[in-house]
């Protein structure tokens, strides 16, 4: 199955420390997103990537978020000084370009910070 | 801003009965609509879709409906079975100045248990 694979599953940090997320999608998807989940709610658009180029990004996303797609494959977030609050599920989807096309989703990356 | 809201948190369904999960949006922009299940420690899972020039749309036990004057879509799940106990999530996304990103809005979700 080459669904999308994200990895860690699960990360536990201590309040202040950074914390890197890996994303592979879908390999003939060119479309990257990245989403966050928290306890009883939808998943909320963070960014977006068409290949490597990053078209859009989210006002959730505060400057202590970065996120990369170097060769327009695999996609990595990064959260420096983290704060209790960044405590979710982060997600990754991928599609194809195109109209109407559906987002294929990732297991998410549960990240608590302690 | 909640642009698209499930303003049911839950609901209990009997096998065998339909399922009926709705879904209201306020953006009149939104053109593209889509059904996800979740799962407990899993990404949500594309379940169907109908385009805006659609509404009804159909795939096997799942129907969906679009109703653009109310800015209302229900998913129907008939019939309902054990398995399809899950969360699900209604999503709309929009064509922006000609070009579609794909980008997702969530509703908060449905809790659907279907008791056997």
Redesign the interface.
Known sequence: DTGVSQNPRHKITKRGQNVTFRCDPISEHNRLYWYRQTLGQGPEFLTYFQNEAQLEKSRLLSDRFSAERPKGSFSTLEIQRTEQGDSAMYLCASSVQGVNTEAFFGQGTRLTVV | DQQ?K?NSPSLSVQEGRISILNCDYTNSMF??F?W?KKYP??????LI?I?SIKDKNEDGRFTVFLNKSAKHLSLHIVPSQPGDSAVY?C?A?A?AGGT??????????TILTVHP
Request: proline fraction near 4%; hydrophobic fraction near 30%; glycine fraction near 14%.
């Open positions: 698209v499930q053109d593209y889509l996800y420690a899993e990404g949500p899972t594309f879709s385009s999530f999503a996304s064509v579609s990103y794909g980008k997702l809005t969530f509703g908060q979700g």
